[in-house]
C-alpha cells in the first residue's frame, strides 16, 4: 500500500465493500478508485492471493458477515484537507454551507449518504488539492 501510495483509510472501506469474488477477479474494481490504485501494484495478485486465504482460514465467517464487520470500524468518510479548504473558502464568502455540510456527513462517517457522494466526499482528491499544503503552525 505505501509503495502505491495508496488512500489508506479509502482503501480499507473498499475492502470492506468488495466481496471476495470481486477481489479475487478484479471484477468492478474500477468504481473502487483506492483498490484499482492498490491493484496497480506488481504485487498485487500475490497480495489479494494471500488476503483471501487468510479470509477463508476463519471459516464460518460468510463474506457478509465479514464486509458488515469491517464497514463498522472503516469510516467511509474521513475530513481531508481538500474538504476543509473548500468549506473555509466558501465561510470566507459568508457561505456556511459545505461546513454545515460536512459536519452532518462527518457525524455518521461509516453509513453511505447520498448527499457526501453527490459531494465526492468518497471520491479521488480534486485535481487542485494536489498542491495543498498542511502547516501543523498557527
Known amino acids: 500500500m505505501e509503495e502505491t501510495g495508496a488512500d489508506f483509510t479509502m482503501t480499507f472501506r473498499q475492502l ?15 468504481v473502487m478508485w483506492a483498490l484499482q490504485n492498490l491493484a496497480s501494484h ?31 470500524i472503516n469510516p467511509r468518510y474521513v475530513l481531508r484537507n481538500w474538504m476543509a479548504e473548500s468549506a473555509i ?5 459568508n457561505d456556511f454551507s459545505e461546513v454545515e455540510l460536512l459536519q452532518r456527513i462527518l457525524a455518521q462517517p461509516y453509513l453511505t449518504q447520498d448527499a457526501a457522494e453527490e459531494a ?4 479521488q482528491p480534486p485535481w487542485w488539492a494536489q498542491g495543498l499544503n498542511v502547516s501543523c503552525s498557527s
Open 89 to 93: 473558502r466558501k465561510a470566507e464568502g
Open 16 to 30: 470492506s465493500e468488495a466481496s471476495m469474488q470481486q477481489l479475487h477477479n478484479m471484477s468492478n474494481l474500477q
Open 42 to 72: 506488481k504485487m498485487y495478485p500475490e497480495w489479494v492471493s494471500m488476503y483471501l486465504h487468510r479470509l477463508k482460514r476463519q471459516g464460518g465467517d460468510s463474506d457478509e458477515d465479514r464486509q458488515h464487520r469491517m464497514k463498522r
Open 120 to 123: 465526492g466526499y468518497a471520491a
